[in-house]
């Protein structure tokens, strides 16, 4: 589907909800591409995937209210309110930042406030990204070898579902009752079970801790773990659909945004030079005759996770964004909403 095509299917009543809807209408400030057309990767059967923000009104500034996000299933849209998407953005979160790094031809609807987002994406830009796209990263990964769990060796699964667990560690401290790094340890060792060469151990020292935090965070990682002697559902609808392709080429995708992010303090979202790998991976050049990752593309993946190990260590980022002058943005935003002053 060409852009045109995307534009003047908007304006169909398949999407009249994003004129009549109570949270949208006016409100919106962007409308823009998400999903396979944003990043270049479209091919004949990729859907639509609509993206955007919407300004809160009065009511919900002055009374505290948020409505966070309208999702219309039907067209694979979300569009976002303003509040929850600078708290998204704040995080670098993958799904959010991406739109404010899409080609200028991707936005269908930009106002003023909207212009004046995408020209401040820059300070939402931290060491946040090796945590957000990294996780999300090896999520793909930990989806992928679920499935494909015979291409690694024991030692190689193990290592792998450590950095999974790592990763889950990280944001235990924003979920759950804070605790010093080292009070909980994970790390591998000689295999004491049967059958194993390695496996993970773990060293805890916390004291004073809440039982339920505690007993919150233990479930987590242990359902992990039990995850990966199982084969997930949405990995058999994956594969029933040839869709692993589809998430090896999300996963490399991004690595990529997030060097950039690192390296060169961009948010690239149209991945124009690394179209033809992407491409190629997405049409199953580096899938067996099982549909099962070939040994080069996870060779592939280890090569970026040492380029993001060495990025994150060099970067130029702040460890985190400045805080104070996105309050103020977002206080700018939502008092010339309270004014009557967005025109």
Not at 183 to 199: C, F, H, P, S
Not at 279 to 287: P, S, W
Not at 316 to 325: F, T
Request: charged share 25%; glycine share 4%.
């Amino acid at each position: 589907m060409t852009l045109e095509e995307i534009k003047k299917e908007l304006t169909t009543e398949k999407y009249v909800f994003l004129r009549n809807n109570e949270n949208l209408g006016n409100n919106i400030i962007m409308l823009t591409l998400g999903g396979s057309y944003a990043y270049g990767t479209n091919n004949e059967d990729s859907d639509i995937d609509i993206r955007g923000c919407a300004l809160n009104n009065k009511t919900q500034i002055l009374t505290n209210q948020n409505f966070d996000q309208v999702i219309d299933e039907n067209t694979d849209t979300t569009i976002y309110s303003f509040n929850k998407l600078i708290s998204l953005l704040t995080n670098v979160n993958p799904n959010t930042i991406e739109l404010l790094g899409n080609k200028p031809e991707h936005y269908f609807y930009l106002s003023s406030i909207g212009q004046e987002l995408i020209s401040h994406a820059h300070m939402f830009l931290s060491q946040k990204a090796v945590h957000s796209f990294g996780g999300y990263a090896n999520q793909q990964l930990y989806r992928l070898n679920q499935r494909a769990a015979h291409q690694l060796s024991q030692s190689g699964l193990e290592e792998h579902i450590l950095k999974t667990l790592e990763f889950m560690k990280s944001d235990f401290n924003k979920k759950y009752s804070s605790f010093p790094d080292d009070q909980i340890n994970l790390y591998i060792d000689k295999a004491v079970q049967k059958g194993y060469d390695t496996e993970i151990f773990m060293d805890v020292k916390l004291t004073h801790y809440p039982l339920r935090d505690y007993c919150s965070m233990w479930n987590e990682l242990q359902n992990t773990v039990k995850a990966y002697g199982k084969v997930g559902k949405r990995n058999e609808h994956a594969l029933e659909h040839g869709k692993i392709a589809k998430h090896m080429m999300h996963l490399c995708r991004l690595y990529m945004m997030c060097l950039d992010i690192l390296e060169k303090e961009k948010i690239i979202t149209y991945r124009e030079k690394e179209h033809d790998l992407l491409m190629d991976i997405r049409n199953g050049k580096y899938l067996d005759g099982n549909d099962q990752p070939i040994p080069e593309f996870y060779e592939m993946v280890a090569d970026f996770e040492k380029k993001l190990d060495y990025a994150k260590k060099h970067t130029n980022l702040p460890e985190k964004p400045d805080y104070k002058k996105i309050q103020e943005f977002l206080a700018s935003v939502n008092e010339r909403v309270v004014k009557g002053q967005t025109d």
